[in-house]
């Protein structure tokens, strides 16, 4: 009896043995699916990635060409709007400088009362210095005295440029 209770005993081990070995071979088979599966996700995930910033980076560098491209239009812009400021401004002293003294200077007047003495500045700047001779004696006291003023530091801003 005795060895009939042991070799039931060593029989029923190793069909323990046999289940929890096939449960751990089953176990094992599920953990490599598993495994397979995250795999095939994260390339999956990775792929979609790498699209994403291909994406992004062909509109970035789109987006810089475009804002180039304004930029340099841009700077077109303000070189032809410089130029015709200064064909105006040259056309401008052009006329001063025909104009007799005293009616430039009641217009000169009249501007720096509207508050456009910087208008005038840069006008009296293109004309000769024999017209701006003339004009001052006929423009006010105090209108002279702010455009001599200004002369001044435009003459002093020009020599420590220069």
Partial sequence: ?????????VIFNLEAQEVSSATLIKQKIEIK?????????????EK????RKKELETLLSKI???????QSL?????????NIKGEVENKTAKI?????P????????QMISEGKIEDVFDIILRLKDSKVTSLMKYISPMN???????????????NNEG
């Fill in 48 to 51: 979609e990635y790498q699209t």
């Fill in 102 to 109: 005293k009616i430039a200077a009641n217009i000169f007047n």
């Fill in 33 to 45: 699916e598993l495994k397979k599966d995250l795999n095939n996700f994260y390339n999956k995930k």
């Fill in 64 to 70: 810089e060409k475009e804002k180039n491209e304004i």
């Fill in 96 to 100: 001063y400088n025909k104009m007799k």
């Fill in 144 to 158: 002279a005295s702010m455009l001599t003023q200004m002369l001044q530091d435009y003459k002093e801003n020009n």
């Fill in 74 to 82: 841009r700077d077109e812009n303000r070189e032809l709007l410089s």
């Fill in 1 to 9: 009896m005795r060895l009939l209770i042991i070799l039931l005993f």
